[in-house]
Every structure is written in structure tokens, then in C-alpha cells.
């Protein structure tokens, strides 16, 4: 094998790796490992109560964005809030949705406090405010 072939080879073989590398980082960072569609969380606006419905993708997107995520040392990290563009304030918070009701409820608020559940009128009231005859 003459010299010349040897680094043609060689440098042949370091292009191959370039690309290769390459087309693994681009497609890293496209994400396409998160699913678009179906898995979807929900989230609510406390103010509003608008719902926004997130793909594990979107969710994604919307914490690794810069304006979408609150990011305030004031309040506790695990809470995840995001921005709601009709209130244009941080509000949107997770919700679940109720399966007796289908509603969505939100279980903390934005500042991370636990938020009571309507509790539902108890039957048995009305019986025992009849008054006696
Ligand atoms: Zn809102």
C-alpha cells in the first residue's frame, strides 16, 4: 500500500466518522425521541381556567423554552408553571381531570399550595333540615 492510498484512506475513514457524528447530534436535537401525539397532560389556568393540553413533546419544549417556564427563586422549584398568554402571567399549573365530573381540577396553585377540592353537598342534609311538623 503506497503512502499516498494510506491517506487517502485515512481521511476517507475520518469523514465517515464526521458525518456520522454529525447526523447523531442533529438528530438528537430535534427531540424526536418525545412522542407528539397521544400521552397528553393537562394543565389549567388558575386565573382563567383555561386548559392546555401537552404532548410529552410540547411539554418539553415548553420547559426547556426561555419565556414559557417560571423560573423564580421564590417559589418552590418542584412546582411547574407556565405562562398563560391571556392573563400574561405565570398561572398555568397541572391539572387532572375528574373522572365523576369530568373537570379539570387543580390539585396546587402557583405557589405551590394545595388547593381544596369542592367537596360535594352531602344527601343526607336535607332530610334533617326539614323542619318538624
Ligand atoms: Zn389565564
Not at 411539554?59 to 423554552?65: A, C, I, K, P
Request: with cysteine; charged share 25%; aromatic share 10%.
Amino acid at each position: 500500500m503506497s503512502p499516498a492510498l494510506k491517506n487517502g484512506l485515512l481521511l476517507v475513514m475520518l469523514i465517515v466518522v464526521v458525518g456520522v457524528a454529525g447526523w447523531f447530534f442533529t438528530r438528537a436535537k430535534k427531540g424526536t425521541a418525545l412522542p407528539t401525539k397521544g400521552f397528553e397532560t393537562h394543565w389549567m389556568c388558575e386565573k382563567c381556567h383555561r386548559d392546555f393540553k401537552l404532548t410529552p413533546a410540547e411539554y418539553q419544549e415548553w420547559l426547556d423554552s426561555k419565556d414559557k417556564l417560571r423560573r423564580d427563586p421564590n417559589f418552590p422549584a418542584r412546582v411547574v408553571v407556565f405562562w398563560c398568554p391571556d392573563c400574561k402571567a405565570y398561572s398555568v399549573v397541572r391539572a387532572q381531570l375528574d373522572p365523576t365530573t369530568d373537570k379539570l381540577v387543580i390539585e396546587r396553585d402557583s405557589s405551590g399550595n394545595f388547593v381544596p377540592l369542592a367537596t360535594p353537598k352531602a344527601p343526607a342534609a336535607e332530610e334533617s333540615e326539614k323542619p318538624p311538623q
